[in-house]
Nanobody, 121 residues
Framework: QVQLEESGGGSVQAGGSLRLSCAVSGYRYCLAWFRQAPGKEREGVAAIDRLGVTSYADSVKGRFTISQDNAKLDLQMNSLKPEDTGMYYC????????????????????WGQGTQVTVSS
């Protein structure tokens, strides 16, 4: 199973930037970042597959950038908004199911513990 460990969360004012990182070990078809705000469902933020093809939620397009190398997954977050607040999780799909929906949580079978991002207005 893929091992995942996030880092880089924190608190920032609206308009600021944060960079999240996730240490990754093991084979994966696709990697993604999800987030969950209190009282809300977990939502897909960005994904990148083994070929480097990226997918973004409409709410973060133009502001967030996902990237990967062999052992690390990053999420550069710019122009942050209060609605970006939440727990951010790194996730891996080992079986290829995410080709049916890169930002759909059900296709991801390995998850990190999460890192908190708080954006104040």
């Amino acid at each position: 199973q893929v091992q995942l460990e996030e880092s880089g969360g924190g608190s920032v004012q609206a308009g600021g930037s944060l960079r999240l990182s996730c240490a990754v070990s093991g084979y994966r078809y696709c990697l993604a970042w999800f987030r969950q705000a209190p009282g809300k469902e977990r939502e897909g933020v960005a994904a990148i597959d083994r070929l480097g093809v990226t997918s973004y939620a409409d709410s973060v397009k133009g502001r967030f950038t996902i990237s990967q190398d062999n052992a690390k997954l990053d999420l550069q977050m710019n122009s942050l908004k209060p609605e970006d607040t939440g727990m951010y999780y790194c996730a891996a799909d080992q079986n290829g199911g995410s080709r049916y929906g890169k930002l759909t949580a059900r296709w991801y079978n390995s998850w990190g513990q999460g890192t908190q991002v708080t954006v104040s207005s």
